[in-house]
């Protein structure tokens, strides 16, 4: 009966066991809030923060009606609504603000990737990949991006060197041209502290033709990352360096041979990179750059040579050229077989897509061939030749010399000859050489036949000297040519081809046989000089320097010259005193960028910008030492000019962290002419130089923010 009444008390005993353990409990388990509030308290004399009124960002917009700036005094009430009670919940601006018509316009991203799981890059402090993104403007509903770039949905940046020149205006025949880029490595030595830093002089080691500057260890530890042999390794990387095309008709030509090689130092001591590029004559006419086929942003007419970065290149060339200075390109083209050219002789214009008498009917020593081409006239030339194929030639062995049996000394020898001469400011300059008496007509062949094909090639001292390039495309041959035409003008024999005294020869001939009374052989009809085909060989060069713009005639500069390939434009190479040296890609500054363009009447001074994040993005928000490193800039003649410190007088965001206002106080910006980024806006850089992904994701950037607080009544 005990154990059966015990049994019935356990359950009850238990109950109350737990009832008073509870109480012990609790304060157990109060210990570590009574530890903290102990040293908050009691050690720090910390006190808990009273309760705080809402706070509130707004982004304003004038009306079109009022001034060009109104200023929001402090206190300013807004409702929001209303409570629960039916009561409109007023928020008042902390502050005064100046309000204008700055508004965001455009919002573009920029990211340097660097990925530590690839080698050697991770070693050498090399960029992996560059993103780019143009949000334009987007709404507050908008789908987050990271702040300062990459992520899904942005696109590999475009980035390159262009150049332009009328050079490159080759439209038919067997072309080739050859672009040397002069390149120096400023502060990338092989001792102390010149050496640099490891990637510009494995830059250095791979690209410069003088590799052996660099000591033995620096060059193992080369070998090691290439991972294999310096003109290996320069082969497997250099060969897809750059994506090359040139401008055609309908866009953007991509020729299939290109071969990338280094440069001999030159006559200056540099070394470089030297592309060689063929384009057959089934190749498409290369041709001035268009608007509408290859873009707006082009500033230029004349045709292209582009030079884009690869971005599957073996290792990324915007680290492998950060280190190196361009100091000038040399660009030469050889064109063979150009057949688009202008004729015309002392009787009249000449067809030559057709079969023609160069020297007319009734050839005499005054007759002239004077031969223009519309590409080569732009060009100041190296070398000129012209290819003549003959028609109508004697068939008999000997050729002209015995076709001319029985004329004069001159004709029978068989040598007819032309002085060659270059029109230079609209007077024409005799050749000298072999080329102040040209033969027309190639020597006979080992059977005695006068070969129909011969190359007439121009004194070269003579083409330096005088062939210079004209304002324009030659399109017709008249008084006003000032430039550009070569002449043909026939000096041997005297008699030229015998048609003024074949008469008389004749009937001479026909005379003494009539007296003999015996036919013999008669002088033959002299030949007339008939072309039916003609075509040009030239080559030309040039060397461009950065900041040259070598304009040809009058109107708007649209001289040759070198242009940057920015991810969203263009902009011509000007070193100055600043920057004296330009890279062959243009510098992109930190690793994480965003660009807000402006659209204002004018800007200077305070200026508010709300920027809405997704807070739940950004990383590390307990310490300041995991928050990016932030700077801003603004855009001055295409140059990203950094603002000091002091023009941030305040940021809400916490670096990026949490949606908020940043205030800036910024200097007088100007608007011309941007062509890095859309023209017509003023443009602002914020930058992370290290830990961007730190940073929220971006939803939207807001110009004219004013920062509200609920009024004590209504909390």
Known sequence: AFWQDLGLLVPGLLLAFLDLYASVQHEINRFSDRHVDFYYRRCLGLEPRAMQRDHVAVACRLDPLVPAELVLPAGSAFVAGKDVAGQPMLFRSLEAVALDDARVASLCTLRLQRDERIEPEADLGYVTGIKARRLGLPASDAPAVPTFGGG???????????????????????????????????????????????????????????AGIFP?????????????????????????????????????????????????????????????????????????????????????????????????????????????????????????????????????????????????????????????????????????????????????????????????ADQTAGRFTAALSILRDGQWQACAGVSAAQPLFAPVDAQGHQPARQRIEFDRESVLQHAWASDAPITAIGPDTRNGLVRLQLNHPRSAFGHAEYPSLLAGALSAQAKRRRRGRLPAAPYTPVIEAISLDYSASTRIRPG??????PGPSDGERLMHIHPFGVAALQPDAKAPF????????????????????????????????????????????????????????????????????????????????????????????????????????????????????????????VTLQREAGDV
């Not at 002069?182 to 092989?190: A, C, F, Y």
């Not at 040259?548 to 005639?553: I, M, T, V, Y």
């Not at 062509?675 to 971006?698: K, M, N, Q």
């Open 548 to 553: 040259a713009d070598r304009h040809q005639g």
């Open 152 to 210: 899904p949905g942005s696109h590999e940046a475009t980035l390159g060197l262009a150049i332009a020149t009328p050079l490159l205006l080759l439209k038919e025949g067997s072309r080739e041209i050859e672009l040397d880029l002069r390149l120096s490595w400023p502060g990338v030595g092989v001792e102390g502290e010149t050496k640099g830093p490891l990637g510009a002089r494995f830059g250095r080691w791979l690209l410069d033709d003088d």
């Open 216 to 408: 033995a260890e620096d060059r193992r530890q080369f070998e090691r990352l290439a991972r294999g042999p310096r003109d290996r390794a320069f082969f497997n990387c250099a060969q897809a360096l750059f994506e090359v095309a040139l401008t055609h008709a309908r866009g953007w030509f991509v020729p299939e041979s290109v071969q990338i090689g280094r440069a001999p130092r030159s006559e200056v001591g540099t070394g470089g990179l030297r592309l060689k590029i063929r384009l057959r004559p089934e190749d498409p006419p290369i041709v001035g750059c268009d608007r509408e086929a290859h873009g707006s942003h082009w500033a230029t007419r004349l045709p292209l040579l582009r030079l884009q970065v690869n971005p599957r290149a073996r290792i990324h060339p915007y680290s492998l050229l950060e280190g190196a200075r361009l100091l000038e390109t040399r660009l030469s083209v050889r064109v063979r077989g150009a057949r688009d050219i202008l004729l015309q002789n002392n009787l009249g214009r000449l067809d030559p897509t057709k079969t023609f008498t160069p020297f007319g009917p009734l050839p005499t020593a005054s007759s002239y061939l004077v031969i223009g081409s519309p590409e080569a006239s732009r060009k100041s030339l190296d070398s000129l030749a012209l290819r003549v194929e003959w028609g109508g030639l004697p068939q008999n062995p000997g050729g002209l010399a015995a076709h001319y049996d029985g004329y004069g």
């Open 582 to 705: 330009s890279g062959v890609l243009p510098a992109l500054g930190p690793d994480g960028n965003l660009y807000i363009g402006l659209r204002a009447g004018r800007l200077e001074g305070p200026l508010n910008l709300l920027f809405q994040l997704r807070e739940t993005d950004a990383v590390g928000t307990d310490t300041r030492l995991s928050r990016p490193s932030l700077q801003w800039s603004c855009l001055e003649a295409n140059r990203w000019q950094p603002l000091p410190p002091s023009c941030t007088l305040a940021d809400g965001t916490g670096g990026m962290l949490t949606s908020g206002v940043v205030q800036l106080d910024l200097p007088e910006l100007s608007m011309d002419d941007h062509t890095v980024l859309e023209d017509g806006l003023f443009w602002l850089r914020l930058s992370a130089a290290e830990r961007p992904d730190a940073a929220g994701r971006l939803v939207t950037v807001h110009a004219q923010a």
